[in-house]
């Protein structure tokens, strides 16, 4: 029975039940769809509905209860030609979960209550809550849907990418590598909760080219400890730049650049020694430069040069950027330098360094680099303070004030029995204490009213008048660059072109071109953006200068003229003509005018120029007659400067005869400035605080004093006080309520100390007291805050069993070519623990070309509380990964912490969907084609059989395709459509349709002359 015979067949045995529809199923025109399938639909369809099956997650996490929402989507076709879609809830469902080696695992829903459960009804679709096992590792995971029900049997799949979140890092051997070499690298990846070792977790390895774009992606997952390696070797022609190579797994990636280039190790080394770890003021300065080989040979006659900064917020004195400091330097022939330096100033404020970047270069011309490093500070030791309310200390209550010191170089003062004494009380008895092995110690202050307290501020140093000539670019106009050795010779004119300058009043930007001859003489020289006086003094300048010679060549340099400090002279005429000539002022006084600022010497001091010159011509004369007046009171001028202002005024005549006796007086005032800058001492400010002063004995050696300076601080109306802030797992914390003078409230009776997961302690207050118990749990580890109103105390709860690292070699010295066995031993406390370790080693030369990872690369890893009262070298990281062990040090980091580091999510959740989206088009394409096949074969019969003169028409092409049909029937392959229809002509798709056009199915003589409209033809007929 055919499949259009069986539908038909369907619907006769429904339809009994039709008449009841539009009385008892108004809402359901389409009975039979309802009865069958559970669809709802305003008309029935032509064929079968066809189901699909989709699935949404929502929140899925491993251990934790998610939503899992599965609908079944109905697609029909209609007469009309269109297709509709629809919801269906009939059936049964089911999950599984397949790991990434195949293996499947039931996922049943549960209730409320963790027991068994059962899928609800969620709009059109239908719901479950179901848990992921916890033991799941970190990976790809596939969520299965089945459905049993009225449209066979359905699933769907749906990716769930289970990843913890993760802190990744990257390692490679070396930051430097050239062509053809191999890179080495790990990546270590760690669960940003607890910093546990994410085993057995996918991930790859990325290599990006300089232009971000993939050269590699490698597979590479974690092992049992979290940690994965890759070997990538380079290609020989990889070109010069920064590569960038990444492990990503899920949403988290670790990076780590890669700088490839072709370079070579350099031959030896200039390393420093400073005469003292760090220098007081008043305390000269010395270094010893050795510039040795990699085997330790001496570079003799190596020069040195030096550049010179200084980091920090002091100012360095103005002379030592001015030459009081060296800058070029020579070894012996034992490779030394020995460098005498200033002694610190004594105006030295807080702490600076004194950084001489140094280059090396042997007598081959080879050049290295190093760093000279010398350190500044005020006082023989540093002390610094945390307090328990924001840094200051308040008036009329006892304050609990840690006091760090440590030495200059930031080394703790550990154990120094530190004497405090306060400054405003001469005659007070001080506090001793002893510092832990961090440098901390603790101190009880109650200071009184605030003092005035001097802020010494910084000094002033006077900036230095720029060069008075600056070249620039230097080009060979027709070449592409300038020859060396004409650079070199315009630098070395640069005091004779300098000498311009004085006729520049503010800077001046000139392009000079010169035209060389084949002598190197000068022939012309093109300045014309510049002043006419400008212009003669550079000519006469360029008159002088000499080039190497070679072929005739035009120069161009670009040449900025800076204002020297010279004075600038104003000159006012008074009496003298009659009838004044235009040219007067304009072309003789103001030319004279900057022509005589040479007079003038650039270190002269600064002071106020003032003259009158008297002057005079003759009639038929064009000559200017100068005398000399006596000068003013209070001149700044010399006799031998107003006599070369005079020369310079008298080398200028007159455009045109006088034509009549005249004489008046010029008027010439101005006044200079120095260009020898000095250095004025810091003005030193008042402000309300407290001064203490700390003297230490460390060692059995004084070390001199200090000085600690505290600010006023408003009392809390509410304090919270821990007594021990780092306590083990299980023991048993104290925590006290303080009140301050301004706070009426009652102490609560009870009290809650909050785990950073949730969960809280309770305890209630003893009696009358201000005192809470809380006995931690032996099982948990981490942050607790007890918070009253705005008041807050942490404490930190860890084993302190930190993972430690010894290396120890077979031999303290090995030589060249001999074999050094290194032993490796990692434990946690006392107890061995296996681990991964990563040892480097590199050429030491090679940290010159390229930056090497230091021992905090790792520092990242670990989360890191907030505070604000930070203090220099002090991480708070260095809290929570073992590296501070003093009592003190503890309680001050814990007691002032802002808030602990934010807890991190064990596990991500994932959130999903899948399409359910029917296509038909697949599936009617593929029965389609098989149809097609067998229709060109029924043609190619009927063309065999049929008279000559018979042609193929319309009616024809429908019956040879209904008898494809059946014999498509009549095997074993269904040949229904998707919606189980017989597939006749109507049904096609047009694009399809127009494939079994009669013209594509026979030659021209077999078609009649008059064709009919293949597609209008089936349209109307509907061939069956």
């Given at each position: ?517 084949a002598d190197g003489g000068i022939d012309a020289l093109d300045v014309r953006d510049a002043s006419p006086t400008m212009q003669s003094c550079l000519q006469a300048a360029a008159a002088r200068l000499r080039l190497p010679s070679g072929d005739p060549r035009v120069l161009e340099a670009q040449l900025t003229f800076n204002d020297p400090g010279l004075p600038v002279l104003e000159a006012t005429q008074q009496g ?449």
């Open positions: 029975m055919g499949a259009e015979r069986k539908r038909t067949w369907r619907w006769l045995v429904l339809a009994p039940l039709l008449p009841c529809a539009g009385v008892c199923g108004g809402a359901l025109p389409c009975l039979p769809a309802w009865l069958q399938y559970g669809v709802e639909l305003a008309e029935c369809p032509d064929g079968d509905p066809v189901g699909a099956l989709w699935v949404s997650a929502e929140g899925l996490r491993r251990g934790h209860p998610g939503t899992v929402v599965v609908g079944v989507r109905a697609t029909t076709a209609h007469d009309d030609g269109g297709l509709r879609t629809s919801t269906s809830k009939r059936g049964e469902l089911r999950l599984e979960l397949r790991s990434a080696d195949g293996k499947l695992r039931p996922l049943d829903p549960i209730g409320a209550d963790g027991e068994a459960g059962e899928w609800v009804d969620w709009g059109d679709s239908r719901a479950a809550t179901i848990t992921l096992p916890p033991e799941l590792t970190d990976g790809v995971y596939t969520l299965i849907a089945h459905h049993d029900g009225p449209f066979g049997a359905l699933s769907t799949e749906l990716a769930l990418p289970l990843y913890a979140p993760a802190h990744v890092h990257l390692l490679s051997d070396r930051p430097l590598y050239e062509p053809g070499q191999t890179v080495l690298a790990r990546a270590v990846a760690l669960r940003r909760a607890d910093l546990v070792p994410l085993a057995d977790r996918p991930g790859s390895f990325v290599l990006k080219d300089p232009q971000g774009n993939m050269l590699l992606r490698e597979a590479a997952a974690l092992d049992a400890l979290g940690v994965a390696a890759v070997s990538l070797p380079l290609d020989a022609e990889a070109e010069s730049g920064t590569y960038t190579l990444c492990w990503s797994s899920g949403e988290d990636e670790g990076c780590t650049p890669l700088q490839v280039e072709p370079f070579t190790l350099p031959r030896f080394t200039v390393e420093a020694e400073t005469d003292r770890p760090w220098h007081l003021p008043g305390d000269p300065m010395g270094a010893t430069l050795r510039v040795r080989y990699a085997s330790g040979a001496p570079v003799p006659d190596a020069a040195v040069a030096v550049r010179w900064t200084v980091d920090g917020g002091w100012p360095p004195p103005s002379d030592w950027m001015r030459g009081a400091l060296p800058t070029t330097l020579r070894a012996g022939r034992d490779g030394l330098v020995r460098l005498s330096l200033p002694p610190v100033p004594a105006d030295l404020v807080g702490a600076a360094t004194l950084v001489g970047a140094l280059t090396a270069t042997d007598p081959t011309g080879e050049a290295v680099a190093g760093t000279l490093r010398l350190a500044l500070h005020q006082e023989p030791f540093v002390v610094d303070a945390l307090t328990e309310i924001g840094g200051g200390v308040a008036e009329g209550v006892p304050n609990r004030v840690w006091v760090r010191a440590r030495l200059p170089d930031g080394r703790p003062l550990s154990g120094a029995a530190l004497s405090i004494k306060r400054a405003w009380e001469p005659g007070g008895a001080p506090t001793v204490v002893t510092a832990d092995e961090d440098g901390f110690a603790l101190v009880q202050l109650d200071p009184g009213p605030a003092v005035s307290v001097r802020v010494p501020g910084m000094p002033v140093r006077a900036t230095p008048l720029p060069p008075p000539l600056q070249i620039g670019r230097i080009l060979q106009l027709g070449a592409e660059a300038a020859r060396l050795d004409d650079q070199r010779a315009i630098g070395e004119a640069m005091a004779a072109l300098g000498a311009c300058a004085s006729h520049a009043t503010q800077e001046v930007h000139i392009d000079a071109r010169l035209k060389v001859r003298g003509w009659s009838k004044r000539p235009a040219d007067f002022e304009d072309d003789i006084i103001a030319p004279a005018m900057l022509q005589a600022r040479a007079c003038f010497s650039p270190g002269r001091p600064a002071g106020t120029v003032d003259a009158n010159l008297i002057w005079s011509a003759s009639p038929g004369s064009t000559a200017i007659r100068w005398e000399r007046a006596p000068l003013n009171a209070g001149s700044a001028w010399t006799a031998a400067e107003q006599a070369c202002v005079v020369r310079q005024l008298e080398a200028q005549h007159l455009w045109e005869p006088a034509d009549e006796a005249h004489f008046g007086v010029l008027v010439v005032r101005g006044s200079s400035r120095s260009n020898t800058a000095t250095d004025q001492p810091g003005t030193a400010t008042l402000r309300p605080g407290y001064e203490l002063q700390v003297t230490a004995q460390h060692q059995g050696a004084a070390l001199g004093a200090a000085t600690l300076r505290l600010w006023p601080a408003p009392v809390p109306d509410r304090r919270v006080r821990v007594s021990d802030p780092t306590p083990a797992p299980g023991a048993t914390v104290e925590v006290e309520l303080l009140r301050g003078p301004n706070n009426p409230v009652q102490l609560p009776d009870r009290l809650w100390m909050n785990h950073q997961d949730g969960s809280s302690i309770e305890a209630l207050r003893e009696g009358e007291s201000r005192t809470f118990r809380f006995t931690l749990p032996a099982d948990k580890r981490g942050w607790y805050t007890v918070q009253w109103a705005e008041a807050s105390a942490r404490v930190w709860v860890s084993d302190r069993k930190d993972m430690q690292l010894r290396l120890e070699p077979s031999a303290a010295t090995s030589r060249p070519g001999g074999e050094l066995t290194l032993r490796v031993q990692t434990t946690r406390g006392e107890q061995p623990v296996a681990a991964h370790v990563s040892l480097v080693g590199v050429d030491e030369s090679l940290g010159q070309l390229a930056p090497l990872p230091g021992p905090d690369a790792l520092g990242r890893l670990r989360a890191a509380p907030t505070t604000s009262q930070a203090l220099p070298g002090l991480e708070l990281a260095a809290l929570t990964n073992g590296a501070v062990r003093g009592e003190q040090a503890i309680m001050a980091m814990v007691a002032t912490l802002d808030a602990p580091p934010p807890l991190e999510a064990l596990d991500r959740g994932v959130s999903a969907r899948t399409s359910a989206e029917y296509d038909p088009t697949p599936d009617t394409q593929r029965l389609f084609f098989d149809l097609l096949r067998r229709l060109h074969a029924e043609v190619r019969a009927w063309e065999a059989a049929a008279p000559a003169d018979e042609k193929l028409r319309p009616a024809t092409v429908a019956r040879l395709w209904g008898a494809a049909l059946d014999a498509c029937e009549a095997e074993a392959p269904p040949c229904a459509d998707p919606f189980g229809r017989r597939m006749r002509l109507g049904l096609l798709p047009q694009e399809l349709l127009a494939l079994t056009d009669p013209r594509l199915l026979v030659r021209g003589d077999r078609l009649p002359e008059d064709m009919e409209h293949w597609p209008t033809w089936v349209a109307e007929e509907d061939p069956r």
